[in-house]
């Protein structure tokens, strides 16, 4: 039972930051239809700069986070203007290529600032044990849940209840019409790179504190696939239950059953969704009206 | 208000559909654009509204003025911030937002939080059935009530010219008129300038001041709908007019809804 708990603890850690990850990843596709193979190294771009504010700029953690998320929303905004609009009208394929060349581009640029060592990362939360129903876990296991949920719950008002967010979903809906009042789809475009980007750089200063820094953080981005697979590439709620169901099973797996099955599990699960249901559990049902 | 002067629109650099398009609306009035399936009037509500570029089509001749500035090949944001508001074909309702989402949508270049309400109301006294279905997803609302919709989407931008095209289409007679009485309600009490594409000639003549009838990207015929309806040519004209219509529409999937209702 403590077991149980333990990874159940564990796995909604793990889940909660795949969902951050992957909500970012969903918003591009759902407004764009763009996938972003470079979502992972948004995540390791996030968690380097914000080592660097705190370990080589000494500054507070807390200035050094906000530095970190203008840094993920200029990112958002520099792909969108150089990458992204100069292919407008282009094939789909071009722009995936072109995610896969800025991916590739992203990681090479890190490792020239921050080398290729992993590093340990001064954990700007505590992560003293809390003992929960007899199992024990890092206080900054806790913080990544909560942090997570509060970005949730931050999301789905900004898409509810903002003008912008609101637009956001119109031009995911119908890009022309979107056009037609007024919407600017270019900066929709933007606004949606830089959240991927903030969300994303919040995700892997989580994983960070918990793990630390190297370049196979940009590895955790890859798990968003099986994620968005499962959740349902156009479905926000889809990203958030995906996560927390991938990390869980991932944690189960490995505690249950062994060491390294637990690595392959979401992807046997992403194929298995693929062969029986390839929109995802949540992925979006197209309205007919006849 | 707003003039078209020798409009010429080519799409795709090859096709050419506006050949020397030229009309006026004046300020406050309905001014109504009448023409067969693929006569061109679509593509003359997007020139004026910047809504050509993102189909690769461009205003290569002629001139598009709108309160005395020059309007063609500008962005549709910037036209729409002008006070040109278009209510596009086909209603083209955000399937996944909510009645009130697609209103706010539509308030999108409007500025101040504050009379966002305000306008709400506005256009629920318009349109009561929006008002008791605002928290329903905007897919799954009656053909009808999408239109009201569409409308009201434009209401909350304060228009100064309204552009509808063919919002009668695909709905049953009653529902037109209601629709059709509220456009002239909204032009009186708003002042909103309309500019009317219709299929619907009879109707069309009864609530505008003025009417063009295009063919094949120009005007061909124009005047008052008195003079209009008194013009034997123009019956004539019509019925020459529906049988081209007819033929066309058979052969355009994208219209295998529309029923034909001229001088019905
Ligand atoms: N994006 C486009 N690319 C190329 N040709 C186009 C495009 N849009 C319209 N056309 C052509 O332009 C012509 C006029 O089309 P338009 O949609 O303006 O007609 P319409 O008068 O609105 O017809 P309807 O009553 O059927 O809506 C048609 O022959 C059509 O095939
Ligand atoms: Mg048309």
């Keep these: 039972m403590d077991l149980f708990i333990q990874l159940t603890l564990t796995g909604l850690t793990n889940g909660a930051i795949l969902s951050l990850a992957a ?20 995540l390791l771009i996030g968690a380097y700069v914000l080592f660097s504010m705190i370990v080589q700029f000494h500054l507070p953690w807390t200035i050094g986070l906000v530095i970190t998320l203008l840094v993920a929303v200029a990112i958002g905004v520099l792909v969108e203007r150089l990458v992204l609009r100069p292919l407008i009208g282009e094939p789909i394929i071009s722009v995936i290529m072109a995610t896969i060349g800025l991916s590739s581009l992203l990681r090479a640029i890190v490792s020239t600032i921050w080398g290729n060592q992993p590093r340990a990362f001064p954990p700007f939360i505590p992560s003293k044990p809390v003992h929960i129903l007899g199992a024990t876990v890092g206080a900054d296991r806790l913080w990544a849940i909560g942090i997570a949920v509060l970005m949730l719950v931050l999301f789905n008002l900004f898409f509810t209840r903002s003008k912008e967010g609101i637009a956001m979903r119109a031009v995911a809906d119908d890009q022309q019409a979107a056009m037609s009042m007024g919407i600017s789809v270019k900066r929709i475009f933007a606004w949606a790179w830089s959240i991927a980007a903030v969300t994303a750089a919040i995700g892997g200063a989580l994983v960070a504190n918990i793990v630390g820094v190297g370049p196979e953080l940009a590895g955790f981005g890859l798990r968003v696939f099986p994620v968005v697979i499962l959740g349902g590439l156009d479905s926000i709620p889809g990203a958030i239950i995906g996560g927390l169901i991938i990390g869980l099973l991932e944690a189960y797996v490995g505690g249950y059953i062994g060491m390294g099955l637990n690595q392959v599990i979401s992807f046997v699960v992403l194929i298995i969704i693929l062969m029986v249901r390839p929109y995802g559990l949540f992925g979006q049902e197209i309205i007919e009206r006849v | 208000m707003l003039s078209l002067n020798n409009v010429e629109v080519i799409y795709n650099k090859v096709i050419l ?18 023409g067969a399936n693929g006569a061109g009037k679509t593509t003359t509500l997007k020139a004026i509204s910047g809504l050509l570029k993102p189909e690769d089509g461009e205003v290569t001749d002629g001139s598009i003025e709108f309160l005395g500035e020059p309007i063609h090949n500008r962005d549709p944001e910037e036209i729409v911030r002008m006070g040109i508001f278009q209510v596009m074909e086909g209603r083209r309702v955000f399937e996944h937002l909510t009645v009130e989402e697609n209103l706010i949508a539509g308030a999108y270049t409007r500025h101040g939080r504050g009379s966002l309400s305000q306008d709400l109301e506005m256009v629920y006294t318009y349109f009561p059935r929006l008002k008791e279905r605002y928290k329903q997803v905007a897919g799954y609302l009656s053909g009808g009530e999408q239109q009201m919709l569409a409308i009201g989407r434009a209401l909350m931008a304060h228009p100064k010219l309204m552009l509808l095209d063919e919002p009668s289409l695909g709905l049953a007679p009653l529902l037109v008129q209601e629709i059709f009485e509220i456009v002239q309600r909204i032009n009186k009490e708003q002042g909103t300038t309309i500019l009317l594409v219709e299929q619907n000639a009879n109707l069309t003549l009864q609530v505008a001041d003025y009417a063009y009838i295009m063919e094949s990207g120009r005007i061909v015929l124009e005047g008052t709908p008195e003079e209009l309806k008194e013009n034997a040519d123009v019956r004539e004209f019509y019925l020459g007019l529906t049988e081209v219509g007819k033929r066309k529409s058979y052969r355009d999937v994208k219209h295998y809804k529309r029923r034909k209702r001229w001088l019905s």
Excluded at chain 1, 28 to 34: A, E, G, T
């Design chain 1, 23 to 42: 909500l970012g990843f969903v918003l591009i596709y759902k407004s764009s239809d763009v996938i972003n193979f470079a979502q992972g190294e948004f």
């Design chain 2, 17 to 34: 559909v506006l050949k020397g398009m030229s009309m006026q609306v004046p300020q406050g009035k309905i001014v109504g654009l009448l």
